[in-house]
């Protein structure tokens, strides 16, 4: 469900995405014909039915799209046919329940369907539902839907009619006729191979077949909901609209994870967490108030396992990150839902909540815009959305995304694809081959030489190994007897075409030399090294930490190594030590590490890893390291013997996101360098403080020892030469100890408070600290008073001139602001509040 190479998209939404360049014209296929089934998800950018799910009868976030295709074969006579006998001779549908829309300047297809189904109601349609187009410039074409009548019992009125709108009639089929390509100047040329692209909600067509009103009836949502019913203690009929949001969402979070997608705050894991959330919040008013849907998950794939093996695979994977992302927000969903209650207390019926306190909601309890609008749906409140944007862009400009990394390939890729064969690779036995040059791109276009500067030279074949699968590009040299060209990475391109992409150092270079190719075999050996080392480090993870752990990434050069892995916590110092252990015994154990290519089934079926949302061809290549210790799906290249991987060592462990982790880390030679420096480090420091280095780590300790009682001793004169500043007054017969101090740090003020309520028990205590121009505050009430005085409102008040944030209960508040020569009048208005 994550496009690939098409940076323009969230999720696939639709059948024809993995067909897009074959429409553009920019690829072919083996093929000009084609039936699929995609599972799709609708949940963001163009295409977003996040909204309507759970208040409608066919709205999805995660369905599945059945569709027919034909590039430049058959076209609207065939493709109508083709439709007509699948819904009334295979599916047997009666014609009198079925009608069909047509745009209404398309009178070929009226022809063809009067002709196909006589009879059949045929509808007109003007507007741009009845058109399609892939964007302002491009190929377009007018469609045709088909429509199901559900009956006269349920409301709604026939497509292209004033009553138009509700349930009854259900569009199950559109047919899309790429019939033009639309100029810049709005005029439409008829396309050179005019193509077809269907769509049919599989959800939809199986309401129909099982006699079903609503989507959610139908057999693929049974068991979920059933299961919903155990959890919940809610009556079911009463809110059916939670039950159709939970029972939809499960299905998108769990494809999605299984697609590789991860919980985070921005792009894809974004989306996935605004539709996990949105599914707790809705579990939230059916009375659960407990982690569910981790739950709901093994459901799911048990009912769609068979179609998905996928999802079988990443099971416990899907469940551990389900249930992470339920926990974390069910411990700010509570309070986060006491904010807004009280922010909306004074909004009347139809009223609006202002865009900055959606974003509080947002920033602060983790509550994305529409979960605050679907909370708001039931009390006829709306949301400043301009307000909304306008704080969240202010936020982005502070801290700018640089976006997902991801490019689509240029225009020249695309066409050399159609003109050339598939670069050959024979890096796995060669690192030195002679070829010849096929192509040479320079600035973005086909050059037919080269005399200065940088470009990628494509040759028939190659020794040089192409970024992929986390593995960097190999370097080294391409010599012609005409020239030298240096190679500084090595590029695929339409998953076929090997560009070496460099310089030229010397000479001029052209298409249909001779060349020799040769990589830089020692940097080769030190990232084959780190390869085999990679598999390792998984298979040890693994053993260690448990079968949940799967690969999410990785990345490797010749200078060190990344593995992510996904697992729900830090790992401990005592388990790195026995991963580290465990790969470096395998390394002295000189393993075997043979490469063999074979069908992915059974590869699969031999227990071979594969990598998590990764697609693969029919045949793979596998790598396998002694008598299994790791067995995985891999394309790179990698040492015959862990021997020659020499030494592991892990250098760091963190988290990257919700349940992932990253280890880095270095082999060989690197290892050596490592620990010399540590080894000068630890001379050095052992110099200083006077001792041999076995006893740096006590000395060290009693350095710290020290240090903490100077600490200590500062502390209490700071808070004693503060306290003598303080200023008490006498306000309703109660006692205010006011204070305005400097250069505290914001963690010294509640020990400073403890320390005046040591001696001054009763009363109010407020603190104020200037440092630069930022004010820090603080406020404390006794237990006695506060059923009269609040803490946090008080500082809310003192916070007021200062442009300040922060918070905190009836008995102790905490904030901050800017502007020390506002403080005065600060400690005004909380006394003027007293």
Not at 808 to 832: C, F, N, P, V
Request: with cysteine; proline share 3%; charged share 25%.
């Amino acid at each position: 469900m994550v496009p690939q190479n098409d940076p323009s998209l969230l999720f696939t939404n639709a059948g024809m995405v993995q067909f897009k360049n074959v429409f553009l014209g920019l690829e072919t296929r083996s093929y000009k014909r084609a039936a699929t089934a995609q599972k799709c998800i609708r949940a963001g950018g163009k295409h977003n039915d996040l909204d309507q799910v759970g208040f409608t009868a066919r709205h999805h976030t995660f369905f599945e799209m059945l569709g027919n295709f034909s590039f430049g074969d058959y076209f609207k006579e065939e493709a109508i046919n083709f439709a007509w006998h699948f819904l009334t001779k295979e599916l047997r549908l009666s014609t009198d329940r079925l009608l069909v829309t047509i745009f209404h300047t398309d009178k070929e297809a009226e022809s063809i369907w009067r002709k196909v189904a006589p009879g059949v109601l045929i509808i007109p349609i003007s507007t741009t539902d009845n058109f399609w187009s892939m964007g302002d410039v491009g190929p377009c074409g007018p469609c045709s839907e088909i429509f199901y009548d559900l009956g006269d019992d349920v409301a709604g009125g026939m497509p292209g009619t004033p009553d138009e709108g509700g349930d009854r009639y259900m569009e199950i089929w559109n047919i899309v006729f790429m019939q033009f390509d639309q100029q810049k100047n709005g005029e439409k040329v008829p396309l050179r191979k005019q193509s077809i692209d269907t769509g049919m909600g599989l959800e939809r067509i199986a309401s129909v077949m099982q006699g079903k009103k609503d989507n959610y009836l139908i057999d693929l949502f049974e068991n979920i909901i059933d299961r919903i019913k155990t959890i919940s203690s809610t009556n079911y009929e009463n809110t059916y609209p939670s039950y159709k949001v939970i029972a939809d969402h499960i299905r998108s979070v769990s494809f999605l994870i299984a697609d590789g997608v991860v919980p985070s705050n921005e792009g894809r894991g974004y989306v996935l967490r605004r539709i996990l959330r949105r599914a707790m919040r809705h579990g939230s008013l059916i009375r659960i108030e407990k982690p569910f849907l981790f739950e709901l998950s093994d459901v799911l794939v048990d009912a769609m396992k068979d179609a998905y093996p996928e999802l079988e695979k990443c099971k416990a994977v899907i469940a551990s990150t389900i249930l992470r992302e339920e926990e974390n927000f069910l411990e700010t969903l509570g309070r986060g839902l006491k904010i807004l209650q009280a922010d909306t207390k004074e909004i009347p019926s139809g009223g609006i909540l202002g865009g900055e306190k959606a974003f509080k909601l947002y920033d602060t309890y983790g509550f994305p815009l529409d979960l605050t609008q679907d909370i708001l749906k039931s009390e006829n409140i709306s949301v400043d959305v301009a307000g909304f944007e306008k704080a969240l862009q202010e936020q982005q400009s502070r801290s700018k995304w640089a976006g997902s990394g991801e490019t689509k390939e240029e225009e020249i890729w695309h066409v050399l694809r159609e003109k050339l064969k598939p670069t050959e690779f024979c890096g796995y036995e060669k690192v030195e081959d002679r070829s010849n040059i096929v192509a040479i791109v320079q600035n973005s276009a086909e050059v037919s030489s080269l005399s200065a500067g940088k470009a990628f030279l494509v040759t028939e074949s190659t020794p040089f190994y192409a970024e992929c699968g986390g593995q960097c590009g190999d370097t080294g040299l391409l010599e012609t007897s005409a020239g030298i060209f240096r190679v500084t990475n090595t590029l695929k391109f339409r998953d076929a075409i090997v560009a070496h992409e460099g310089e030229l150092i010397s000479g001029g270079l052209k298409v249909r030399d001779d060349v020799r190719l040769k990589i830089d075999c020692a940097k080769r050996q030190k990232i084959m090294a780190n390869h085999t080392a990679t598999h390792l480090l998984q298979a040890a993870l693994r053993s260690i930490l448990g079968e949940h752990v799967v690969q999410r990434g990785s990345s490797l050069n010749d200078s060190r190594l990344r593995l992510d892995f996904s697992h729900g916590s830090a790992v401990s110092a005592d388990d790195l030590l026995k991963i580290e252990d465990m790969v470096n015994e395998w390394v002295l154990q000189n393993l075997d590490v043979t490469r063999s290519t074979m069908p992915k089934n059974e590869a699969i079926s031999a227990g071979a890893m594969a990598l998590f949302g990764e697609k693969y061809g029919d045949f793979v290549r596998t790598v396998r390291v002694g008598n299994g210790e790791s067995f995985e799906l891999c394309g790179g290249t990698h040492v015959s013997s862990t021997g020659k991987i020499g030494v592991f060592k892990i250098l760091s462990e963190t988290s990257i996101g919700s349940g992932i982790r990253r280890i880095e880390a270095i082999t060989g030679r690197k290892v050596l360098e490592y620990l010399g420096e540590i080894e000068k480090s630890l001379d050095q420091l052992a110099g200083k403080l006077k001792c041999a280095k076995s006893e740096v780590a006590s000395k060290f300790d009693d350095v710290l020892l020290k240090l903490k009682q100077k600490n200590q001793e500062i502390s209490a004169y700071k808070q004693r030469s503060a306290m003598e500043k303080m200023r008490t007054t006498i306000k309703n017969d109660m006692a205010v100890h006011s204070l305005v101090i400097s250069d505290f740090g914001a963690d010294e003020l509640r020990p400073l408070n403890d320390a005046i309520r040591s001696k001054n028990p009763s009363g109010i205590v407020i603190i104020l600290n200037q440092s630069d121009e930022k004010v820090s505050l603080l406020v404390s009430v006794e237990k006695d008073l506060q059923n009269k005085y609040n803490a946090g409102q008080i500082l809310k008040i003192g916070l007021e001139p200062l442009n300040g944030s922060g918070g905190g209960s009836s008995a102790l508040a905490q904030g901050g602001g800017t502007g020390k020569s506002l403080i005065s009048e600060a400690l005004e208005r909380m006394h003027d509040a007293i």
